[in-house]
Nanobody, 125 residues
Framework: QVHLVESGGGLVHPGGSLSLSCEAS????????MGWYRQAPGKERELVAR???????DYADSVKGRFTISRVNAMNTVYLQMNSLKPEDTAVYYC???????????????????WGQGTQVTVFS
């Protein structure tokens, strides 16, 4: 099983910055994609940004130019730098990773789609 542990988040005023990080651990064979999603109260979870193992990135239109996603493959870690934060960025942010894991007794790696526990980001005046 692949576990994701997030850190960062917190309270910030509009225009401020926060940084999130997420480290994957477990019997990892590969991490093909890592990303950040968020869910605000009463809303569905939505993609914020994602990055492939080749460092190709994809962003939600609402965060383009303000957020930057990056990853360090050797550390199984993904980061999200959030600048120029707005009240509408307030949400619980979840880390996600997809790839293949090693399973004891099996010669073929098994796919996984893992989520972190979530970290709160609150932007308030």
């Amino acid at each position: 099983q692949v576990h994701l542990v997030e850190s960062g988040g917190g309270l910030v005023h509009p225009g401020g910055s926060l940084s999130l990080s997420c480290e994957a651990s477990g019997n990892i064979y590969s991490i093909n994609g890592m990303g950040w999603y968020r869910q605000a109260p009463g809303k569905e979870r939505e993609l914020v940004a994602r990055v492939t193992s080749g460092h190709s990135t994809d962003y939600a239109d609402s965060v383009k130019g303000r957020f930057t996603i990056s990853r360090v493959n050797a550390m199984n870690t993904v980061y999200l730098q959030m600048n120029s934060l707005k009240p509408e960025d307030t949400a619980v942010y979840y880390c996600n990773a997809v790839g293949y894991e090693v399973v004891a007794g099996q010669s073929v790696p098994r796919p996984y789609d893992s989520w972190g526990q979530g970290t709160q980001v609150t932007v308030f005046s």
